[in-house]
């Protein structure tokens, strides 16, 4: 088993700058990608961004893409987001995501295993 632990989120303003962090635990001894994803209230789930664990290969939504960056700390088994220019539309519970051997769509499909989630509320 692999346990995902979500931290950073909180409260900041629109233009604001937050970065969470997602720690794995347990049997991490393959990745292949981690990611993280979001929920709005009365949304669908959506995909926010991924990494390669071996390569370092990102991926990103449009609707992130220039503000948010994805980055990982192969040693400490920890990917974080690097989230610049919040805008209200960021609110959103985020969760983090891992595939221990391939990729994650966009959908989720791959994902193994999954975190709790951690809130960012964008003020406007």
């Known amino acids: 088993q692999v346990q995902l632990v979500e931290s950073g989120g909180g409260l900041e303003q629109a233009g604001g700058s937050l970065r969470l962090s997602c720690a794995a635990s347990g049997r991490t001894c393959t990745i292949g990608t981690m990611g993280w994803f979001r929920q709005a209230p009365g949304k669908e789930r959506e995909f926010v961004a991924t990494?390669?664990?071996?390569?370092?290969?990102?991926d990103f939504a449009d609707s992130v893409k220039g503000r948010f960056t994805i980055s990982r700390d192969n040693a400490k088994n920890t990917v974080y987001l690097q989230m610049n220019s919040l805008k209200p539309e960021d609110t959103a519970v985020y969760y983090c995501?891992?595939?221990?051997?391939?990729?994650?769509?966009?959908?989720?499909?791959?994902?193994?295993?999954w975190g709790q989630g951690t809130q960012v509320t964008v003020s406007s």
């Open positions: 990494i390669t664990w071996r390569r370092g290969s990102t």
């Open positions: 995501a891992l595939a221990k051997q391939w990729g994650i769509t966009a959908d989720g499909s791959g994902a193994d295993y």
